[in-house]
């Protein structure tokens, strides 16, 4: 039975958004270079949006002035809008070059993220071999999380329970209405995504959520003081062992008071 008063105490508030960005960065750097000294590959699972560009744009910089090699990274994307080309301006794929891909050592064949093509009737197996391979390479080290401002993780909107894996999903109008500026309105973004699972995310062994901004108070109060609850997935991260929860001072002005 799990308490709903239970709040967690792995949170670390950030006086800006590029401390707490930095924090990220520093930790995903500490481990990638802890398994090169280990002569391992290391799995991370990867988030698009806002929130991580700037763990991504301090990742680059660690990579271009500190040598900080990609060499033995293994990357795992969170989700990708459905249907869709990865050579579309807004596709994930194309986010994940843009700001993190293209400027780094990565090995293209380390890089898995859904592919917004796979027909109807491959997609239930390519989302289970998503899975697999995951699973194959001995699970995701350190997933790396956004929030939505409707309590999703990934693309698992409200109603997403615990079991569930990567999968086709309808996106919630929320977070049709939060893309609807990237697309140039509400009518030219996808109505569906395909996304990593709750079950696939909290497997992981590290989970870092980061929420930025003033944005993202509310769900973030939401999220770590209401109820756990499907209706709110990621309120279902606050009572995992492995959660880090890290917000600058904007997205945690409600759980400070
Ligand atoms: C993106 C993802 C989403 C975002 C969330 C927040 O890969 O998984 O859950 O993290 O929608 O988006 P931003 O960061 O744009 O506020």
């Known amino acids: 039975m799990i308490d709903k008063n239970t709040l967690t105490s792995n949170i670390i508030v950030f006086a800006k958004e590029l401390d707490a960005s930095r924090a990220v960065a520093k930790q995903i750097q500490q481990a990638i270079v802890a398994k090169q000294s280990a002569g391992q590959p290391i799995v991370l699972g990867l988030a698009t949006g806002n929130t991580p560009k700037l763990v991504y744009q301090e990742l680059v910089r660690m990579h271009k002035n500190e040598g900080l090699s990609f060499e033995n990274v293994i990357t795992f994307n969170l989700d990708e809008y459905y249907p869709m080309m990865p050579s579309h301006q807004l596709s994930y794929h194309n986010f994940m070059n843009i700001h993190l891909f293209s400027h780094v050592n990565m090995l293209p064949e ?85 996304t990593m699972g709750i079950q696939t995310i909290t497997s992981a062994r590290k989970i870092l959520l980061l929420a930025l901004g003033e944005r993202k108070s509310v769900i973030v109060h939401k999220a770590l003081t209401g109820e756990i609850t499907s209706d709110v997935p990621a309120s279902y991260l606050r009572v995992l062992p492995q959660i880090e929860f890290i917000f600058d001072k904007e997205a945690a002005a409600l759980i400070n008071r």
Request: aromatic content about 8%; overall charge negative.
């Open 110 to 194: 380390n890089i898995n993220i859904p592919y917004g093509q796979w027909s109807k009737a491959e997609l239930i197996e390519k989302c289970k071999i998503y899975d697999e391979k995951i699973q194959q390479l001995g699970g995701i080290d350190i997933q790396l999380l956004g929030i939505g401002r409707n309590g999703h993780i990934g693309f698992n909107e409200p109603g997403s329970t615990m079991d569930t894996c990567t999968r086709l999903i309808d996106l919630h109008e929320t977070t049709r209405n939060d893309a609807a500026k990237d697309f140039e309105g509400l009518h030219n973004v996808p109505y569906q995504a395909i």
